[in-house]
């Protein structure tokens, strides 16, 4: 069986694409078949390798159900990117992993849960987002505030839609510009925080992923709402090549990211965060 | 019918000074807007704003092949309109209605004849209207950055 722990600096076994489903105009979720068993928590990524283009790390978005198909969802940004976002059904990508930190959801239980995603940023929280739904009766409020850059950039909507109309988890969603067809909010996630209703600010954990800058300002947010800064945890991107703390590219201050990361409290993180030099 | 209770349970008005919300009270009413209105357009005289207590609002500008473009939306516990404090006092956008919106509005030119007689009020009221205006800012520059445009995550 592949586990967090037993993954490490080993070869990329192929995982067959069963399904492939179009998120957005440059998203992707790849639906992949792992050769033998295969458990992650949430918040952890693969690297994913294309044979004669390279190897990028994706986070885990999910599993499938009912076949248990393990979810990748993939941004097209570049060449590997690209190529894994062009990719059908029957052909193979191969993976390593499950590698890095896990959102610390069973340390949430008990209080309630704040979860701000950018962006691409939805992908590695909805398996945190699923797992605190699974039990929801251990937690107060599950609040999701989510931002995107047009309607049409919105990723999971049949999801969304969904958690939306549930009356136990509350769903906010905001874009940065839209024309006037749309309905719903404009405007940057930060701004949510404010309006985002009823969860208690001492007993509130949050999980945050976005672009950095936005990260920066919803802390700054979740901060002045009184939320404490050891329950505010963030996962970081840097440049992750080897994803066994061994090549060094994913420096961030004094952490390896692939190993200590990506998901980190804002307690050990904000000496560095906005440090230009990191 | 008084709208102290009121006042006093809208978020931009938190813990100001009674006396201060007896007299904004004296210049405010209650205002209801259907679905698709307009609560102002663009270049209209600017003599109110508005404490959203329910609903949500739209502020759009338009142009030419473009069409009218979404800067923001505003809802419950939000402040619509700077205008009437700025000399011109012109609406800068059009306030459109997207879910039947209930208001309270404040007459601009009775709040600026009282800030005029009681500089207290007046600086209170520039406190609060100039922390909503960094606020408002600081959001902006975050659109404009488009930090969703580059890669990530």
Not at chain 2, 15 to 42: K, S
Request: hydrophobic share 45%; proline share 6%; glycine share 10%.
């Amino acid at each position: 069986m592949r586990t967090a722990e037993a993954a490490s600096w080993i070869a990329t076994a192929p995982w067959r694409v069963e399904r492939v489903r179009r998120e957005s105009h440059d998203v992707v979720t790849l639906a992949l078949v792992p050769p033998e068993p295969f458990t992650f928590e949430p918040g952890q990524f693969s690297m994913l390798y294309l044979a004669g283009v390279g190897e990028v790390p994706i986070s885990i978005s999910g599993t499938s159900e009912p076949d248990g198909l393990v979810l990748h969802t993939i941004r097209d940004v570049g060449a590997v990117t690209h190529a894994l976002c062009t990719l059908i059904p029957g052909q193979h990508v191969g993976v390593r992993g499950p590698y890095g930190t896990a959102w610390p959801v069973a340390a949430a239980r008990g209080g309630d849960l704040v979860v701000v995603a950018g962006g691409i940023g939805l992908p590695p929280l909805r398996p945190a987002i699923r797992a605190a739904l699974a039990e929801r009766d251990k937690f107060g409020h599950i609040v999701l505030l989510y931002g995107a850059r047009t309607p049409a950039d919105l990723l999971f909507t049949d999801e969304l839609t969904a958690w939306r109309g549930r009356f136990d988890l509350t769903v906010e969603v905001t874009v940065d510009a839209a024309d006037s067809q749309w309905r719903g909010n404009v405007g940057v996630v930060p701004d949510l925080i404010a309006r985002a209703g009823p969860f208690d600010p001492g007993l509130t954990t949050v999980f945050t992923v976005g672009p950095e800058i936005m990260m920066r300002f919803a802390v700054r947010a979740l901060l002045g709402s009184g939320v404490a800064p050891e329950r505010i945890y963030l996962s970081m991107e840097r440049n992750m090549q080897c994803a066994a703390a061994l090549c060094g590219h994913c420096q961030f201050g004094p952490f390896l990211i692939c190993r200590d990361g990506p998901v980190l409290s804002y307690q050990r993180l904000a000496r560095w965060l906005g440090m230009r030099e990191v | 019918m008084t709208l102290e209770p009121l006042l006093r349970g809208h978020r931009f008005f938190a813990g100001l000074a009674p006396e201060y919300l007896a007299l904004i009270n004296g210049c405010a009413r209650n205002t209801v807007f259907d679905e698709g209105t307009f609560m102002f357009r663009e270049g209209e005289q600017a003599d109110e704003f508005y404490l959203i207590r329910d609903g949500r609002l739209a502020l759009e500008i338009h142009g030419p092949g473009r069409g009218p473009v979404v800067v923001q939306t505003l809802r419950a516990g939000d402040v619509a309109g700077f205008s009437w404090l700025i000399d011109t006092h012109r609406w800068q956008f059009d306030g459109r209605v997207i879910e039947p919106v209930r208001a309270i509005g404040v007459d601009g030119r009775c709040l600026r004849d009282k800030c005029e007689q009681d500089p207290k009020l007046g600086f209170e009221l520039m406190r609060r209207f100039a922390g909503l205006a960094v606020d408002r800012l600081q959001a902006t520059r975050l659109q404009l950055l488009d930090v969703y445009g580059h890669a990530h995550g």
